[in-house]
Nanobody, 123 residues
Framework: VQLQASGGGLAQAGGSLTLSCAAS????????TGWFRQAPGKEREFVAAITSLGSRTLYGDSVKGRFTISRSNAKKTMYLQMNTLKPEDTAVYYC?????????????????WGQGTLVTVSS
């Protein structure tokens, strides 16, 4: 499966952005998928994940209550609704597909990655 993230841009603190991750290929619905982010000079961080049929979601502590992950298997697209943005949310956001169906919060089980989309939050 190939993934392409979009929707990044510049937002003010307290604002909102919605990221999309479009998949190509016929197997999108087989994979759990997730979002990770990497800020300059920092390690890649887990943001959120959703199981293949969307029945379960997980969030990193830093975004819990502010971000919402969702997906449409019919549209082969995953979304990340980001509300109440903070300057510390500034990062390149990557979408990924999990090959194992488990261990959603670490990046090693994610075999497929999108190219990343930059989110910048100004104070």
């Amino acid at each position: 499966v190939q993934l392409q993230a979009s929707g990044g841009g510049l937002a003010q603190a307290g604002g909102s952005l919605t990221l999309s991750c479009a998949a190509s290929g016929s197997t999108f619905s087989r994979y759990a998928t997730g979002w990770f982010r990497q800020a300059p000079g920092k390690e890649r961080e887990f943001v959120a994940a959703i199981t293949s049929l969307g029945s379960r979601t997980l969030y990193g502590d830093s975004v819990k209550g502010r971000f919402t992950i969702s997906r449409s298997n019919a549209k082969k697209t995953m979304y990340l609704q980001m509300n109440t943005l903070k300057p510390e949310d500034t990062a390149v956001y990557y979408c990924a597909a999990n090959n194992l169906g488990s261990s959603f919060t670490v990046d090693s089980p994610y075999a497929y990655w999108g190219q990343g989309t930059l989110v910048t939050v100004s104070s």
